[in-house]
């Protein structure tokens, strides 16, 4: 099993990224999806989660109407659109597959 996160880096606060995760190993479709997030010194937290077909999706109080979680079971990707970021957002973000598999993580940073 393979999930490979991209797409994190450095952001000025109110600006945007999009991380994507590519999984491998599993079946993707089948699988509900979700990104976690860890901020130094706290535990990790749920951020957002889509069901297997993307009918379902649900986010942490902190970023609702600022991230949007989505899937694409033909490219087996989940991706995370993350808008109005804060630097309360500054995290390394996981990808998660069944709440079983992990990705290895990618940094997001928001700073002026």
């Known amino acids: 099993v393979q999930l490979v996160e991209s797409g994190g880096g450095l952001v000025q606060p109110g600006g945007s990224l999009r991380l994507s995760c590519a999984g491998s190993?599993?079946?993707?479709?089948?699988?509900?999806m979700s990104w976690y997030r860890q901020a130094p010194g706290k535990e990790r937290e749920l951020v957002a989660r889509?069901?297997?077909?993307?009918?379902?999706?649900n986010y942490a109080d902190s970023v609702k109407g600022r991230f949007t979680i989505s899937r694409d079971n033909v490219k087996n990707t989940v991706y995370l659109q993350m808008n109005s970021l804060k630097p309360e957002d500054t995290a390394v973000y996981y990808c998660?597959?069944?709440?079983?598999?992990w990705g290895q993580g990618t940094q997001v940073t928001v700073s002026s």
């Open positions: 190993g599993f079946i993707f479709g089948m699988s509900d």
């Open positions: 889509i069901s297997s077909f993307g009918g379902s999706t």
């Open positions: 998660n597959a069944r709440l079983e598999y």
